[in-house]
């Protein structure tokens, strides 16, 4: 019910910025939460940040102070704005969409999620 589709990954150097965005289409996810996850090659995804329908948001500690999350429900988008790049963070990365709406706590782990996009590549080269 819910296709998702995430743009503005590329290639940038160390120090770096990348504004990721992933747009929704189907139905309006405005009343559920979204989150960001991350896999690079030979490892599990990870979780990045989540945002809930209320604007509360949670972010993993290995990007804490470097990424921000954010949505605009009215456009059916979240962003995942990402400063200070570091060559770990090279990885594919992915949004995703409960589809519980209403949600009373930030969901952080995968099995949490129903839609997934197909993932865009950010690269950050040393």
């Known amino acids: 019910q819910v296709q998702l589709v995430e743009s503005g990954g590329g290639l940038v150097q160390t120090g770096g910025s990348l504004r990721l965005s992933c747009a929704a289409s189907?139905?309006?996810?405005?009343?559920?939460?979204m989150g960001w996850f991350r896999q690079a090659p030979g490892r599990e995804r990870e979780f990045v940040g989540a945002?809930?329908?209320?604007?509360?948001?949670a972010i993993a500690d290995s990007v804490k102070g470097r990424f921000t999350i954010s949505r605009d429900n009215v456009k059916n988008t979240m962003y995942l704005q990402m400063n200070s790049l570091k060559p770990e963070d090279t990885a594919v990365y992915y949004c995703?969409?409960?589809?519980?709406?209403?949600?009373?706590?930030?969901?952080?782990?995968?099995?949490?999620?129903?839609?997934w996009g197909q993932g865009t590549q950010v690269t950050v080269s040393s």
């Open positions: 189907g139905r309006t996810v405005s009343s559920s939460a």
């Open positions: 945002v809930t329908w209320n604007g509360r948001s």
């Open positions: 995703a969409a409960d589809r519980e709406m209403w949600a009373a706590v930030v969901p952080t782990v995968t099995h949490q999620y129903d839609y």
